[in-house]
């Protein structure tokens, strides 16, 4: 069974303050892929990032990055000097399956970046 | 573009209704899903579909019927409604495979009394 974990309900920041949001997940498959979403207070999903279990690279996009360990399997997301724009919810999910129909999402995180 | 368009936006039923969500990509894409998003619970795969003319069932699909007759829409029905099917659904599409992100709809709130 897959399942992912955001154990981070809810985080509050002041702005300019870096914040990392945490997802634990797991599963029986070899080959995975993590993506992460963004809903902002508007409710659409936004696409951020997705990483396949073979490129445990880190990745930095802008004021992003993401830091994928397998060991703890982990895939920690970081916003660097964060802003007032980055108030939303962040779901981590997990799709093992090779059709992408059993994509396993987080509870999500909901970030508040105060002015 | 339009990408993945949702609708109704709102709606309000009283149990025992019945009604259908109704969502429409124009991307071409194969795969489409219905998800429902609860509070503190992420999101859910109810039903999805792979191709047009098949449906399969997700994680919580009781309560739900779906239906793909055209590659562009996939419709989501409640029979009878429930105060437990009260959630925001979402619909999303993605080309196959499971690297590719899926695209979501701005998602129905729908409230069942």
């Known amino acids: 069974a897959q399942k992912v974990t955001q154990a981070q309900t809810e985080i509050s920041v002041v702005e300019k303050e870096d914040v990392t949001l945490d997802c634990v997940y797991e599963?029986?498959?070899?080959?995975?892929?993590l993506f992460w979403y963004k809903q902002p207070p508007s409710g659409e999903l936004v696409f951020l990032i997705r990483?396949?279990?073979?490129?445990?690279q880190n990745e930095i996009s802008g004021r992003y990055s993401w830091n994928f360990q397998k060991s703890t399997s982990s895939f920690n997301f970081t916003i660097t000097a964060s802003q007032v724009v980055d108030s939303a919810v962040y779901f981590c999910?997990?799709?093992?399956?090779?059709?992408?129909?059993?994509?396993?999402f987080g509870a999500g995180t909901r970030l508040t970046v105060k002015p | 573009n339009a990408g993945v368009t949702q609708t109704p936006k709102f709606r309000v039923l009283k149990t025992g209704q019945s009604m259908t969500l109704l969502c429409a990509q124009d991307?071409?894409?194969?795969?489409m899903y219905w998800y429902r998003q609860d509070p503190g619970m992420g999101l859910r795969l109810i039903h999805y579909?792979?191709?047009?003319?098949?449906?399969a069932k997700g994680e919580v699909p009781d309560g739900y019927n779906v239906s793909r007759l055209k590659k562009q829409n996939f419709l989501l029905g409640l029979e009878s409604a429930a105060p437990s099917q009260t959630s925001v659904y979402f619909c999303?599409?993605?080309?196959?495979?499971?690297?590719?992100?899926?695209?979501f709809g701005d998602g129905t709130r729908l409230s069942i009394l």
């Open positions: 999303a599409s993605s080309y196959p495979g499971r690297v590719e992100p899926q695209h």
């Open positions: 579909s792979v191709g047009e003319g098949t449906t």
């Open positions: 991307m071409n894409h194969e795969y």
């Open positions: 990483r396949n279990s073979f490129d445990e």
């Open positions: 999910a997990l799709s093992g399956s090779y059709n992408n129909n059993d994509m396993r």
């Open positions: 599963t029986r498959d070899t080959t995975y892929y």
